[in-house]
């Protein structure tokens, strides 16, 4: 991703700031054999695992603007670098070297963007992102360890990860094997675990006590009566399908207003699970970002 956004910014001649939207997706082996890049993708990512052995991610370019974007002050308090000074310095003509800036800033810290998002002034949409520019505004978490700088980027988008209570589980198959050794980290925790019957079939087999709930559709108690009633502290709830008028739509829906978390990935709930044994652990450290940068 990094050589493509240098390439891009080369080929298009781009002075000063430049903005990339990358879009990865897991694709079946061989077919986009054409991309010349993708050994070097493979290379490049060695943590990241596929759904399934037989696909491979492949980079795409959404769009690209000469222009600066909200990453702009992320990357500056990430950093300590005044990037816009310096970009609209190169601008008129004064080069990265004249300003004594000749090799890439390394972080000393990890720093976490989160979007924030309306969703609870629209009662009953579905909160499942796709490509489309759904949020209102960008909040940052930093600290030395990813963990914490997760959660604190959670707290500053008004998102409290629970110290304790119900957490409602309810994934689509593919995220089936990684949740497993989510569900077993939550309980011994000490959080209780709420489940639908496939998946909390699933948690049983791996020794993992589970409260079952009723799906919408199976009547009443179901889970937005436990919403209704303060019973569920977090919700993690990989989609099946798409849209407020499905069960889970709505579980996602209801989560939002009852002003419960909700995580619609496995990639969220994970970082979410690391969050909350780093809370555990430790208490949340507060800096001002002159301290940071004062040495």
Request: proline share 6%; with cysteine.
């Amino acid at each position: 991703i990094r050589d493509a956004a240098e390439a891009l910014a080369r080929d298009l001649k781009v002075v000063g700031l430049m903005n990339v939207q990358f879009a990865v997706k897991w694709e079946e082996r061989g077919r986009r054999a054409e991309a010349g890049g993708q050994k070097k993708i493979e290379d490049a990512s060695p943590g990241v695992r596929p759904p399934t052995s037989d696909l491979f991610p492949v980079v795409y370019v959404i769009e690209v603007n000469p222009r600066a974007s909200r990453t702009v002050p992320f990357v500056a308090k990430a950093t300590g670098m005044p990037v816009a000074k310096i970009a609209a310095k190169v601008m008129t003509g004064v080069s990265l070297r004249e300003q004594g800036y000749t090799e890439d800033p390394v972080p000393h810290d990890v720093s976490v963007k989160e979007s924030v998002f309306p969703f609870i002034k629209f009662a009953g949409v579905d909160i499942v992102l796709g490509p489309e520019m759904r949020s209102t505004g960008e909040v940052m978490g930093v600290s030395e360890r990813f963990s914490m700088a997760f959660a604190k980027s959670q707290l500053a988008a008004g998102t409290v990860l629970p110290r304790e209570g119900n957490i409602f589980v309810s994934v689509a198959d593919k995220s089936k094997p990684a949740i497993v050794d989510l569900a077993r980290r939550l309980h011994g925790l000490g959080y209780a675990l709420l489940a639908t019957d496939g998946t909390a079939k699933l948690l049983e087999s791996a020794a993992v006590p589970t409260r079952r709930v009723k799906k919408i559709s199976e009547g009443h108690p179901n889970l937005l009566d436990f919403l209704t009633d303060g019973q569920v502290a977090l919700v993690m709830n990989t989609p099946r399908g798409k849209g407020a008028r499905t069960d889970e739509g709505k579980i996602r829906a209801a989560a939002v207003q009852a002003g419960v978390p909700c995580l619609t990935t496995i990639e969220a709930a994970t970082a979410a699970v690391r969050a909350m044994e780093a809370l555990r652990q430790e208490e949340m450290q507060v800096q001002a970002l002159q301290d940071r940068f004062a040495n």
